[in-house]
T-cell receptor
Framework: DAKTTQPNSMESNEEEPVHLPCNHSTISGTDYIHWYRQLPSQGPEYVIHGLTSNVNNRMASLAIAEDRKSSTLILHRATLRDAAVYYCISGAGSYQLTFGKGTKLSVIP | DGGITQSPKYLFRKEGQNVTLSCEQNLNHDAMYWYRQDPGQGLRLIYYSQIVNDFQKGDIAEGYSVSREKKESFPLTVTSAQKNPTAFYLC?????????????FGPGTRLTVL
């Protein structure tokens, strides 16, 4: 699996956009980029994934750099329910998802 | 409702005892996974199964065993050989094991060995 690097923690004010960065400089051409999030004492929840193009869904947007060495998860309006640990993962097979420590997002009311 | 169930939510065992954690899914998914999470850490893959009657070791399989006799069920046994079994255990499933299938996770079982 390609190794990913994320900040340990970030803060955001409620109702403001949040940009969560991820570096994956050793990513191969066939590796997808996945984002999951985990609330305390719960299982992770899928957020979004992509390969080359930017992706949008009801939860978030994923912006992928042209060289694919980095990506950014965008939450358009942070709510208190978005406070969680966000994991950025890249891998060639879903059974090879390696969850690092992720970024702990705190949302300030 | 479709989803993954894990039972029990909390489990206490004495050192030296084997314990089996349950995982059931009604999503009709072929692939299932077991992960372990220690406090403040990410998830580590224990075992995965791509199809009934087949399973593969993950990164930390030592001291664990699994079976996949039915598509819906993927129980994990934590044996006495596992040196430090106290952890949060998560089961997941996906339609099949591919690079783009999302994984659906259960609520987890917190195992404490006394």
């Amino acid at each position: 699996d390609a190794k990913t690097t994320q900040p340990n923690s970030m803060e955001s004010n409620e109702e403001e956009p949040v940009h969560l960065p991820c570096n994956h400089s050793t990513i191969s051409g066939t590796d997808y980029i996945h984002w999951y999030r985990q609330l305390p004492s719960q299982g992770p929840e899928y957020v979004i994934h992509g390969l080359t193009s930017n992706v949008n869904n009801r939860m978030a947007s994923l912006a992928i750099a042209e060289d694919r060495k980095s990506s950014t998860l965008i939450l358009h309006r942070a709510t208190l329910r978005d406070a969680a640990v966000y994991y950025c993962i890249s891998g060639a097979g879903s059974y090879q998802l390696t969850f690092g420590k992720g970024t702990k997002l705190s949302v300030i009311p | 409702d479709g989803g993954i169930t894990q039972s029990p939510k909390y489990l206490f065992r004495k050192e030296g005892q084997n314990v089996t954690l349950s995982c059931e899914q009604n999503l009709n998914h072929d692939a299932m996974y077991w992960y372990r999470q220690d406090p403040g850490q990410g998830l580590r893959l224990i075992y995965y199964s791509q199809i009934v009657n087949d399973f593969q070791k993950g990164d930390i399989a030592e001291g664990y065993s699994v079976s996949r006799e039915k598509k819906e069920s993927f129980p994990l046994t934590v044996t006495s050989a596992q040196k430090n079994p106290t952890a949060f255990y998560l089961c997941a499933s996906s339609m099949w094991a591919s690079s783009y299938n999302e994984q659906f996770f259960g609520p987890g079982t917190r195992l404490t060995v006394l």
